[in-house]
C-alpha cells in the first residue's frame, strides 16, 4: 500500500496548460521505460542507494540484483498524484502517480502500468496524455450533474 504524500485528487500541476488536440511528446519529456532501464540508468547513483538504504538493512546490491525488487520497489512507494478518472456513469476510479526515491509511475485499476519514469513531471504528463479520455469522461458527468 503506497504512503500518501498528497491525497487530493485533480490537483491541478503547473505543468499542464491547456490541452492542445493531437499534442505531441514534448522534447523535454521521456517516453515511458521499462523497469530494468530505469533501474540501469540509476544504478550507479548514490542516492538511489542511500533512498534503499532507508527501506532495507544490509546490502542493497543484493536486493537490486535480485528478481523481487521492482515488488520490493512497488510496495514501498509513495504516493505522488491522485488524478481522478471516469470510464462512464457509475465507473469512476483514480489514476495513481507514485514513486520510489527517483523512480515514478502510473498505476489504474483495470489496466497495465504505463512505464516508468524518472521524472514527477513525465510521469504525470504520461498519466493524463494516455487516461485522457477518462480524465474528459468525468469532467462532462461532472458538468452535467452541475447543468441539473
Known sequence: ????????PNKRHPIFPAK???QSIPETMSQPQTFETVLATLRSESSF????????????NDLIESTDFED?????SDLEE???????EGYDFEI???SFGPIFWVRAPEFDDIGYFTS?????????E?????????AALRESEEEE
Open 49 to 60: 542507494h542511500e533512498h534503499l538504504s532507508r527501506h532495507r538493512e544490509g546490502d542493497v
Open 72 to 76: 520490493f520497489v512497488q510496495n514501498r
Open 96 to 98: 495513481e502517480v507514485l
Open 120 to 128: 514527477l513531471e513525465d510521469a504525470l504528463w504520461h498519466a493524463r
Open 130 to 138: 494516455f487516461y485522457e479520455p477518462y480524465i474528459e469522461t468525468l
Open 1 to 8: 500500500m503506497p504512503n500518501r504524500k498528497n491525497p487530493e
Open 82 to 88: 491522485i488524478i481522478e478518472a471516469s470510464g462512464g
Open 20 to 22: 492542445r488536440p493531437n
